[in-house]
């Protein structure tokens, strides 16, 4: 029932800036933590950013000082503002939130979003 789609990816050369976007639709009603991962081919999926509730935030040490994640909790819409990439920040990225719905907690996925930078 819970459905997040996500936005924004796309192909840029180093050193520009994307915006991505992840909005959550069905029945979920609490989203605690809502974050981005990326996946690159041969590599493991790491994450990139979190943000909680409260709005406390979490980088991997790669993007810190570059990546911003905010949230709208009114729209249920989680972003990720990618400023100064890289050529190694090339990857799917995902939209993670793990929150309630009307009986569980559980992790909520998107189906992904293409980040390629050329240098």
């Known amino acids: 029932q819970v459905q997040l789609v996500e936005s924004g990816g796309g192909l840029v050369q180093a050193g520009e800036s994307l915006r991505l976007s992840c909005a959550a639709s069905g029945s979920i009603f609490s989203s605690v933590i809502m974050g981005w991962y990326r996946q690159a081919p041969g590599k493991q999926r790491e994450l990139v950013a979190l943000?909680?509730?409260?709005?406390?935030?979490n980088y991997a040490d790669s993007v810190k000082g570059r990546f911003t994640i905010s949230r709208d909790n009114a729209k249920n819409t989680v972003y990720l503002q990618m400023n100064s990439l890289k050529s190694e920040d090339t990857a799917v990225y995902y939209c993670?939130?793990?929150?309630?719905?009307?009986?569980?907690?559980?992790?909520?996925w998107g189906q992904g979003t293409q980040v390629t930078v050329s240098s």
């Open positions: 993670n939130i793990k929150g309630w719905d009307h009986r569980s907690y559980r992790d909520y």
């Open positions: 943000i909680t509730s409260d709005g406390n935030t």
